[in-house]
């Protein structure tokens, strides 16, 4: 019978509902933390938004409605490029920022920006939506060809990581070798239920928990104009992706191991770890290139890819499918070994 159907899956997955939300930190850190942490870099952004910019609109058909929009933002001065040639790769020409409309197409702008200012980005943002530029569709670069420090952006898909992450491994693996150091899973291994019926049964409360978030962050994210509401679907599927491949790693960490404080300290290095080298912090670009190789095989890094471009409407580096395909490969792996490796006891012979 298909353990979903079974009444012990059905129990089993009212208990672990019961003891996931008694755990008041694990629901915090999932939850109400990811949330905290976007309300917090929401009012970074909000508080540096004042100072005095100047700014260039180079030539476009919508040139004009771009300086009177930016020019309405308080303590913006914008005016039109006004000499013969374009600014040089890098050179400001002693502007704070200057705005590339795109020639081809009126809804799309390149923006380049000095790194120190800013706290004009939500500004330059919304004057360009006013313009019919959304900011999907707005490239922001330093005059180095690196991205400025956005602290709204950036928030977005390092919450929805954290709280992935948080669930995989604090929510998942962690109370899983909890029961196995009390001794639980070796009374659950002299009944008659079986280990898939076990581990099939976390998932349903968990990925509900993840559904929570995606539907919360994405509706932020289209809140702030940074993702068009026909695409949130897509974040769906890529959170859920991602999800999936991080339970499946929460599940392989802890298919033997049977001392949960020492599983904690682990992951709670792993984490930040993990974080760093996979792009979210840095922009790969800048990391040495040790790290970038390291970077490249771990399946962490393309969920940040996916995310980051699904939330923010960031440009993707590796191509949205690769991503997903990395991602259910990682899922596959992980959950495969995990299903292999998983025992009641750690001294149980297979």
């Keep these: ?85 374009l600014p040089e790769n890098g050179d400001l020409a002693g502007y704070d920022a200057i705005v590339y409309p795109s020639a081809t197409s009126g809804d799309r702008a390149l923006v380049v920006i000095d790194s120190a200012k800013f706290g004009a980005l939500k500004g330059i943002r919304s004057a360009l939506g006013h313009s019919g530029i959304s900011a999907s569709k707005v490239d922001f670069r330093t005059p180095d060809g690196g991205k400025p420090f956005d602290p709204i952006k950036i928030s977005l898909p390092t919450a929805l990581l954290m709280a992935l992450m948080s669930m995989a491994f604090f929510g998942t693996a962690t109370p899983l070798i909890a029961l196995r150091a009390r001794g639980t899973l070796r009374l659950l291994g002299t009944t008659p239920l079986r280990r898939r019926t076990f581990v099939l049964a976390q998932a349903p409360v968990r990925l509900a928990l993840v559904a929570v978030q995606l539907v919360v962050l994405g509706a932020i994210a289209v809140g702030l104009g940074f993702l068009p509401a026909v695409d949130a679907v897509r974040v769906l599927g890529t ?112």
Excluded: C
């Design 1 to 85: 019978m298909i353990p979903t159907l079974t009444p012990a899956f059905t129990q089993l997955v009212k208990a672990n509902s019961r003891e996931l939300f008694r755990d008041g930190k694990t629901i915090f850190f999932v939850l109400l933390f990811p949330l905290l942490f976007v309300a917090m870099f929401i009012g970074i952004g909000m508080l540096n938004t004042g100072g005095s910019y100047k700014m260039a609109v180079t030539p476009a058909g919508n040139q004009q409605e771009i300086v009177r929009e930016l020019s309405h933002s308080d303590g913006f001065k914008a005016e039109p490029w006004h000499r013969k040639s």
């Design 239 to 350: 959170g859920f992706l991602g999800a999936v491949m991080l339970f499946a790693f929460g599940y392989l960490v802890a298919a033997r191991m049977r001392n949960a404080e020492v599983a904690n300290g682990l992951l709670a290095v792993l984490m930040p770890l993990v974080l760093f080298a996979s792009g979210l912090f840095l922009p790969l670009d800048l990391l040495p290139s040790v790290v970038r190789d390291v970077s490249k095989a771990l399946p962490t890094t393309y969920l940040v890819d996916a995310l980051t471009h699904d939330l923010t409407g960031a440009p993707s580096t590796y191509g949205l499918t690769l991503d997903w395909l990395v991602l259910l490969a990682g899922a596959v792996l992980f959950g495969g070994l995990a299903a292999r490796l998983f025992s009641w006891d750690q001294g149980e012979e297979r």
